[in-house]
């Protein structure tokens, strides 16, 4: 009986080695693993978010309930669906993978695929930008001979998201109260490490020929970013355009991230748009949503967002000309009736501050204290102490009265910068920003401003119910 036991000992023992010689050794069990175990991560994620009350009736809700499943968008292309779609264009040497989707949800793109397409070969892997959503199944999908082809910049976008992981982090999460309270470092899950086989440069287009279909691929910047890439398939006029237009076409386009990153070119924007046009696509094909087949709305939506762009632009251009102030001109600077877009993504307003600012630098010649390392916040102290916790609050809501909220918000950062527990102060705050959270939905309904201001108003609430 021992002899026997030993005997099965050993055999595991054995076994164990094998699968750890197996793993180390053996790229293909290693990556098969890998995936399995993603797969349990994703499904795990997905279930905390299905039950995170936070989720519910946010407009991030709406791309987190997309169900993963493969279509044939035309024939020999395939794309599955989910967060960020991952696209399959399908020929007789060899298959082409645009975007990659989110790293929780790649096993099952991977499977719905595997299942679609016979024989699935990937030859070549094009990432339309740095963001998580679009590179994050580059390490699941490719081989050691896989080519990988980025925008030339972005080695260096992917280095400072890299680098500003923990600050970005925090600040999407006060946005997006139902993620993760740090990123994740484990490897599966961690962002960065796509290494491109080849790159593609701004005004200099890669094209190659593959199993009869001819490949496109054109550095287009100042949509998502400064790496931005998009493929055309000419043979079937298809534009595969990743974030380039945001998640909606047309929209007035995101130039401003309240997340942060670096501020989006808007005239590398407009002369993108043009080439885009020159194309004439009769297919757009996102990464995020639903492909665009009608020919009039992709017509006509072009040409009224490079308009739209360039009407904002040389209206900030020639404000600053006239010796407008940044805030004059994000009052006055509206779309004409002819060019309005959806401001749901990208806001009017705040184009206008970010172009300001990109062409001018954060000083504006009006305030020398904007030079210096001391704020206005350390002199709250003694205006309050002046002027009166109470009165103060008074006003502010006096103002609130005159439907003016951000003056009043003006005058409460001051009182509840010196007195935080201030209730008669935390109550107009409370009124403030409802004002301006039944404004956004009733405007522009732009989701970014909504986030923040349900924010502050969750924010306002946990300190009143403090008390």
Do not use: C
Request: proline share 5%; no cysteine; glycine share 6%.
């Amino acid at each position: 009986m021992i002899k026997a036991f030993k005997y099965l000992a050993s055999l595991t023992l054995i076994g164990f080695i094998s699968l750890v010689l197996l793993f180390n050794f053996s790229p293909r069990f290693k990556k098969s693993a890998q995936i399995k175990t993603l797969d349990k991560i994703g499904d795990i994620a997905a279930k905390r978010l299905s039950e995170n009350p936070d989720v519910e009736g946010s407009a991030a809700a709406e791309f987190i309930n997309i169900p993963i499943e493969a279509r044939e968008i035309s024939s020999g292309i395939w794309q599955a669906t989910g967060v960020g779609n991952a696209h399959i264009i399908t020929t007789k040497s060899g298959d082409v993978l645009f975007d990659t989707g989110l790293s929780t949800q790649v096993p099952k793109q991977i499977k719905v695929l595997n299942d679609a397409v016979d024989d699935l070969n990937i030859s070549h892997i094009i990432v339309s930008h740095s963001h998580a959503d679009h590179q994050g199944g580059v390490k699941f999908w490719k081989d050691d001979e896989t080519q990988i082809i980025t925008h030339a910049e972005f080695a260096e976008e992917q280095r400072y998201l890299t680098e500003l992981q923990d600050y970005f982090w925090g600040r999407n999460r006060t946005l997006f109260p139902f993620m993760p309270e740090t990123p994740p470092r484990l490897n599966l899950l961690a962002y960065g490490g796509v290494e491109p086989t080849q790159t593609v440069s701004n005004g200099e287009p890669l094209k190659f020929s593959q199993g009869g279909v001819e490949f496109e691929i054109y550095a287009l910047p100042g949509a998502e970013g400064a790496d931005n890439i998009v493929l055309w398939l000419p043979q079937k006029k298809i534009l595969f355009s990743g974030d380039f237009f945001g998640p909606f076409f047309p929209q007035f386009p995101n130039i401003f991230t309240m997340r942060g990153e670096k501020i989006r070119k808007p005239a590398e924007y407009i002369q993108s748009l043009n080439v885009i046009i020159s194309l004439g696509p009769d297919m757009i094909v996102p990464s995020h949503k639903d492909p665009i087949i009608d020919k009039v709305i992709i017509d006509s939506g072009l040409v009224k967002m490079r308009d739209a762009v360039g009407y904002v632009h040389d209206a900030v251009v020639d404000g600053m000309n006239a010796g407008k102030t940044v805030e004059q001109l994000m009052t006055d600077i509206k779309l004409p009736p002819n060019l309005s877009l959806t401001q749901q993504h990208g806001k009017v307003s705040w184009a206008v501050k970010s172009i300001w600012e990109y062409y001018a630098t954060w000083f504006h010649f009006d305030k020398t204290t904007e030079l210096y390392a001391v704020p206005q916040d350390n002199v709250y102290v003694d205006i309050v102490s002046l002027a009166g916790g109470a009165a103060l609050t008074q006003k502010a809501q006096d103002y609130i009265a005159q439907d003016k909220p951000l003056e009043a918000l003006h005058i409460l950062n001051m009182v509840l910068g010196v007195q935080m527990d201030n209730k008669m102060a935390l109550e107009a705050r409370k009124a403030a920003l409802q004002t301006l959270l039944k404004r956004a939905e009733m405007g522009d309904q732009n989701s970014y401003e909504i986030y923040w201001l349900n924010y502050r108003l969750r924010e306002t609430q946990a300190s009143l119910d403090a008390q």
